[in-house]
């Protein structure tokens, strides 16, 4: 038989991770085996000339037993051991293993007992009650299912913004290796637009023998458009998108007597301008950020003058509630602050999880004291050009107080209020649970405000407006929580949060050296939100942020 391409050995490697998913052991393999599949999909040159150069160990997350695995399903079709794997489950099976929550082992539970062998039967059994009647199932199985299957249809296919940043670097090094000819080779598509979950991958690239533009897809998974130098900016102003920003570009462009596509503005039958920059010019706007192209009245604001300059990472000074091997980090604090100051920032600001966190190892009144104790000995290491802020993660309970007493709140720089459990209270409830939380003297961040996790659950329902009207009316911070799982608060009320007067703070939430790096993600959301830089906390220089902490503490002992 004829040898696959990449994206028909990526679907067939993405079954055998699901298949073994179902066998038990070690979760990670299964895990290693989808990553594999996303990079395969996302292949920048032929499969073939890998496997010939030997090169297939390049691809992100392959390593010798998974390139073994497809080299054998490229030349075949198939694997012994996917084929072993066939005969115990039926294929309609894996689409539930797509359910947020649903694990392999509930999943088979539903075949065996229910006999629910694909996603519109698991719809249908959990609207008829089934699945609730079901002994070691139940009720709470069912309202999580309906709940996510909408996650699940929603999501299916797109990526993480750092997810594809990975799979998107190495399409680009790919690219540039087997195509020297190539010059100005960018990424485009809703990766450059920021955008919290990507949907198809994209890349734009400067070819010397084109005539104008042309789209085609270098491996099914990733669309490449190459252009010549006369038409590139054009090229990649419609690779980038979206949809609506074009649209009301070509509306704008008509009103003025031009006409606008994807090679270039043209007056009758001459090209006025193939530069994106130039593009935009002509048709009387300033450049507009790629984050902001949405259609959602950046036009109106270029027009009038009026667009934000929005926050780079160039602009953040600091790094603000940060997690340690003190409750479940898996860094000590030292090492996380080296980590903090080696990037070049000011201030490490460690936030531990509190002591209703049993499960994260939440922090005792008598562990803060000796947290306090080391970050004041390594202060007087560090010097006066880096510090270590004392925070905590709070949780906020379900009647909306803290759980720590006034007493010992007082002691930290800074406190991040977060919910981290009752996420079922209703609309009303939850709302008051986080106004009480905000009305707080203590509270300094309302820490990801929704809860929500990006293809895993949704957030819990809140009124955000009145929370982020209650939280400018009482300073309290709203945290854009950079994790790439939760980019929490949504960019799309971050306008509203800049309107009301609030401060934002662009945190990681990391746990580990490496997830400090979040913060570009939460850079991506706070510019795709329209936050400018003196919007944001952590924008503040080490003395600006210590004046204002020091300054709303004098004011909460004022009101003591």
Not at 460 to 473: G, P, Q, T
Request: hydrophobic share 40%; proline share 4%; glycine share 8%.
């Amino acid at each position: 038989m004829a040898s696959l391409g990449a994206r028909t050995v990526a679907s067939l490697l993405r079954e055998y991770a699901r298949r073994t998913a179902f066998r038990g052991g070690n979760p990670y393999r299964a895990k290693a085996y989808s990553r594999a599949a996303d990079s395969l999909a996302a292949l920048a040159v032929p499969l073939d000339m890998l496997l010939a150069e030997d090169r297939l160990e390049e691809i992100p997350g392959v390593g010798k037993a998974i390139a073994d695995i497809i080299t054998k399903l490229h030349k075949t079709g198939t694997h012994p051991s996917l084929e072993k794997l066939r005969k115990e489950i039926p294929a309609g099976v894996l689409e539930m293993l797509s359910v947020p929550g649903l694990r392999p082992e509930k999943v088979l539970r539903l075949y065996k007992e229910l006999g629910i062998s694909s996603l519109a039967e698991l719809e249908a059994a959990a609207k008829d009650n089934r699945i609730k009647k079901a002994k070691g199932l139940g009720a709470a199985l069912q309202a999580k299912i309906l709940q996510n299957l909408a996650i699940a249809k929603s999501g299916e296919g797109r990526l993480h913004l750092h997810r594809a940043a990975i799979l998107l670097a190495h399409a680009k090094d790919s690219l540039r290796k087997a195509r020297p000819e190539l010059k100005r080779v960018t990424i485009a598509g809703d990766f450059r637009r920021g955008c919290e979950l990507v949907d198809e991958l994209t890349i734009v690239a400067e070819a010397p023998r084109v005539a104008k533009t042309s789209k085609a897809s270098a491996a099914d998974g990733l669309q490449v458009c190459l252009s010549n130098r006369k038409h590139f900016g054009a090229a990649l102003l419609f690779a980038t998108g979206s949809a609506a920003h074009l649209e009301q570009l070509q509306a704008l462009a008509t009103e003025k007597g031009m006409r606008l596509e994807s090679d270039g503005l043209q007056k009758g039958r001459t090209l006025i301008a193939g530069d994106e920059a130039e593009i935009y010019c002509a048709l009387g706007l300033p450049f507009i950020d790629p984050e902001l192209r949405e259609g959602r009245g950046e036009l109106e604001l270029a027009l009038r003058g009026k667009l934000p300059k929005l926050v780079s990472d160039q602009d953040l000074r600091g790094i603000l509630h940060c997690h340690t091997d003190a409750s479940d980090g898996t860094e000590t604090l030292e090492a996380m602050a080296k980590a903090t100051r080696q990037r070049g920032y000011e201030y490490f600001g460690v936030a531990d999880h509190s002591k209703s966190a049993h499960y994260a190892g939440g922090l005792s009144v008598e562990e803060i004291a000796q947290q306090h104790r080391e970050a004041d000995l390594l202060n007087k290491r560090f010097g006066k050009d880096f510090r270590i802020l004392k925070g905590i993660e709070s949780d906020i309970l379900a009647d909306g107080s803290l759980d720590y007493p006034d007493e010992v709140l007082e002691r930290f720089d800074f406190v991040v209020a977060s919910i981290h459990g009752r996420f079922k209270l209703d609309r009303k409830a939850q709302t008051q649970r986080l106004l009480r939380a905000i009305s707080n003297p203590h509270t300094t961040i309302i820490g990801h405000m929704t809860g929500r996790q990006l293809q895993r659950r949704p957030g819990y329902e809140i009124d955000v407006d009145k929370v982020l009207r209650a939280s400018a009316k009482h300073d309290v911070v709203v945290e854009i929580n950079a994790h790439p799982w939760r980019l929490d608060l949504d960019w799309r009320w971050h306008q509203a949060a800049v309107e009301f007067g609030c401060m934002m703070s662009i945190n990681p939430d990391a746990h580990s050296i490496p997830e400090l790096d979040h913060m570009h993600w939460g850079v991506e959301m706070a510019r795709k939100g329209g936050v400018p830089a003196d919007r944001v906390l952590n924008a503040m220089t080490l003395p600006e942020i210590t004046r204002y902490l020091r300054q709303k503490r004098r004011l909460l002992t004022r009101a003591a």
